[in-house]
Nanobody, 116 residues
Framework: QVQLVESGGGLVQPGGSLRLSCAASGFTFSRFAMSWYRQAPGKERELVADITSAGVTTNYVDSTKGRFTISRDNAKNTVYLQMNSLKPEDTAVYYC?????????WGQGTQVTVSS
């Protein structure tokens, strides 16, 4: 049974930091690229960052470059998103996704709210 469980979301003030985690099970984690997406109220889900299966290459949406860092630990079957210098416009539900050429799996999401 495939599971992706996000954690680490919450309420943070502008300029603060959060670290999201996504724990995977039920598939061979090290063979899947991993991504973080987010969806704000009334908006479409957007890709935030992704990382290749071995963790060699990462990509970020322009609005998060220099502030967010995606990483993974294949020994722990976990992908992370370190978010620094958070802004109110980063407020959204954050989802992790596992993908390869055949499959795509989603987590249930974790809420991040940036507000004073």
């Amino acid at each position: 049974q495939v599971q992706l469980v996000e954690s680490g979301g919450g309420l943070v003030q502008p300029g603060g930091s959060l670290r999201l985690s996504c724990a995977a099970s039920g598939f061979t984690f090290s063979r899947f690229a991993m991504s973080w997406y987010r969806q704000a109220p009334g908006k479409e889900r957007e890709l935030v960052a992704d990382i290749t299966s071995a963790g060699v290459t990462t990509n970020y949406v322009d609005s998060t470059k220099g502030r967010f860092t995606i990483s993974r630990d294949n020994a722990k079957n976990t992908v992370y998103l370190q978010m620094n210098s958070l802004k109110p416009e980063d407020t959204a539900v954050y989802y992790c996704k596992a993908r390869n050429v055949l499959y795509g799996y989603w987590g249930q999401g974790t809420q991040v709210t940036v507000s004073s």
